[in-house]
Nanobody, 127 residues
């Protein structure tokens, strides 16, 4: 059974940076899709970024393009989300998700296409 554990969340001022990590166990990232999603209080879950290692293909939602970068380290079985120039509207619980099927790219996938989910890490951005 795959397990995803997020870390790196915290509280920053607007304009600051954070790097989220998602460490996977019982799951090999090679040629598969992983993604970062977020949910702010009272809002729907939103896809933030996805990456398909099979083609080094990354997707970003429009609001984070140019500020966030998703990357992966296959040797560490870890996916990262570097978040720069954070804005108050980026505040949310951030979740890592993974798909075991070896299909991709996954930029157009809905959240329910991902089988495994972490518990989330909170990000707070003060203005």
């Amino acid at each position: 059974q795959a397990q995803l554990v997020e870390s790196g969340g915290g509280s920053v001022q607007a304009g600051g940076s954070l790097r989220l990590s998602c460490a996977a166990s019982g799951y090999t990232f090679g040629n598969k899709c992983m993604g970062w999603f977020r949910r702010a209080p009272g809002k729907e879950r939103e896809k933030v970024a996805t990456i398909y290692s099979g083609a080094s293909s990354a997707y970003y939602t429009d609001s984070v393009k140019g500020r966030f970068t998703i990357s992966h380290d296959n040797a560490k079985n870890t996916v990262y989300l570097l978040m720069n120039n954070l804005k108050p509207e980026d505040a949310a619980m951030y979740y890592c998700a993974a798909d075991p099927r070896g299909a991709g790219p996954c930029g157009t996938w809905f959240p329910n296409a991902f089988s495994y989910w972490g518990q989330g890490t909170p990000v707070t951005v003060s203005s």
